[in-house]
């Protein structure tokens, strides 16, 4: 081919006196050649912070999608909250203050005698304190015929404060008649006095333990 018979024949110091079609050639490849260190230099750190941003958008939309997860759901965990602190309130109704603890006695005691039954033991015991809760047992003994003895435990339970049995012995005596050793157990509250006081005494045992 006449075109490389010329590149064959071509002066390397005489550029001028090349063929057209050489020159052209050479003019091309030059032109490459330069497109090419540029971009090597010049393009090759956009490229990077290219690579960068596209790492960061990925990373973005992923704690987007999380986020709007949670945010779907919040609606449900908020109702979920209020039903369980309505809930806890409810309960917490049911447990008497320190001054109506005495009154619970009364009750407790009235839940018998008024089913005919005879209390041969009724002996509040001494107060266990648990978190924000007090726990009072009460060691009871009572004689009764049967229907009397099931109608007291269920009159316990219906009791407007929380109240349960626990301990449950029962026993025949003369005359067809019932005796049951129990342990009655009632809850109050702290009153804001006795937490503050009960934080105030764990605070040296806890630096004691440093």
């Given amino acids: 081919m006449k075109f490389l018979e010329d590149l064959k024949n071509i002066n390397p110091k005489d550029p001028g006196g090349w063929p057209w079609p050489v020159k052209i050639s050479a003019l091309v490849a030059v032109f490459s050649a330069v497109i090419a260190a540029g971009a090597a230099l010049d393009w090759m750190g956009q490229w990077q912070t290219l690579g960068v941003a596209e790492e960061k958008e990925v990373a973005l939309k992923t704690d987007f999608e999380a986020k709007k997860r949670i945010a779907i759901n919040l609606d449900t965990i908020k109702k979920k909250l209020t039903e369980t ?3 806890f309130d409810s309960l917490l109704k ?3 203050s320190k001054s109506e603890m005495d009154a619970l ?3 407790i005691n ?3 005698l008024s089913r005919g039954m005879q209390f041969e033991l009724f002996r509040p015991g001494a107060e266990v304190i648990t978190g924000v809760f007090a726990e009072r047992p009460i060691a009871l003994k009572v004689t009764g015929n ?3 003895m099931g109608k007291f435990a269920s009159d316990i339970g219906q009791l407007p404060r929380i109240v349960s049995l626990s301990d449950i012995s029962i026993g025949s005596v003369a005359g ?3 005796v049951m050793d129990a342990t009655a157990r009632t809850y109050r509250y702290l009153d804001e006095e006795e937490l503050a006081a009960q934080k105030k005494s764990a605070k040296p045992a806890a630096g004691a333990t440093k």
Avoid: I, N, V
Wanted: proline share 6%; hydrophobic share 20%.
């Fill in 176 to 178: 067809g008649q019932l």
């Fill in 85 to 87: 602190k309505e809930s």
């Fill in 110 to 112: 009235q839940a018998g």
């Fill in 94 to 96: 049911q447990l008497p």
């Fill in 146 to 148: 049967y229907d009397d």
């Fill in 105 to 107: 006695l009364t009750d």
